[in-house]
């Protein structure tokens, strides 16, 4: 039973957007990314049919709840798999329309939803972040991020720097406020998408030690979190 609840668990974790690293001590990370970390529309049916357990001891009527809950997650994260492609497809047809070449591009669920959905789009010179809501009524747009190589140059050799390239799997751009120097991570979108002053979920300010350059993560207050949730709640309706 051990054996069964970690191994299906390290499973779930390769559907996530975060993903999973299976083959530990190898660091390719594996994240087919079809279902947001935490999703209640998954999690809900079982934890309704454990407490349905608990409530009776008739092994029979046990085994119709959690058969029961195991059908309807499991459903769920096959209909996530299918709107994932649906909306694989979309981005692709938006970038083909508008005549974009793209080297590479990963598409991934937003918190706790299957509706709405992000794309990151490499190309040769930038980086190109875009949403897609199923509910949606316009054509999809994309936001250009150059990819500042000049201020990457800058940071080259840099310990820290070299480990969150690593941790952002290549999705990232530099940028530059007052002098200092910002890693910025693209996989996990914007808190807020101001074109003059974009902030981004996660972002590291390097600040100069004894040592050298040294990345911080910027704070990011409850505020934040409440704007986002808003923001992606407002956006899934469509455009």
């Not at 957007?17 to 970390?37: C, D, H």
């Not at 959690?66 to 970038?95: D, M, N, P, R, V």
């Not at 747009?141 to 820290?160: H, I, P, R, V």
Request: with cysteine; aromatic share 14%.
């Amino acid at each position: 039973m051990v054996f069964w609840c970690l191994f299906t668990h390290v499973l779930l974790d390769m559907f996530t957007s975060w993903g999973t690293q299976i083959l530990w001590p190898l660091n390719y990370r594996f994240a087919l990314k079809i279902i947001f970390v935490v999703d209640p529309l998954y999690t809900i049916p079982l934890i309704i049919a454990l407490i349905m357990v608990w409530k009776t001891k008739d092994a029979i009527v046990r085994k119709k709840h959690i058969t029961k809950g195991l059908f309807i997650s499991s459903f769920y994260l096959l209909l996530s798999c299918s709107i994932k492609l649906y909306a694989l497809h979309q981005f692709e047809k938006a970038l083909d329309k508008q005549g974009i070449h793209y080297s590479e591009i990963i598409v991934k669920p937003t918190a706790f939803n299957i509706i709405l959905w992000n794309a990151n789009v490499a190309t040769e010179a930038s980086y190109l972040l875009s949403d897609y809501s199923l509910l949606d009524s316009q054509a999809i747009t994309f936001t250009n991020y150059k990819k500042n190589k000049a201020l990457e140059s800058q940071l080259n050799g840099n310990s820290d720097f070299e480990k969150l390239k690593k941790a952002s799997e290549g999705w990232y751009i530099i940028s530059q406020k007052n002098k200092s120097l910002y890693f910025n991570d693209l996989r996990f979108g914007l808190l807020n998408d101001n074109p003059e002053n974009p902030q981004f979920a996660f972002s590291y300010k390097f600040i100069a030690t004894e040592s050298g350059l040294k990345a911080v993560e910027v704070p990011k207050s409850k505020r934040d979190g409440k704007r986002l949730l808003l923001k992606i709640a407002k956006r899934l309706k469509g455009n």
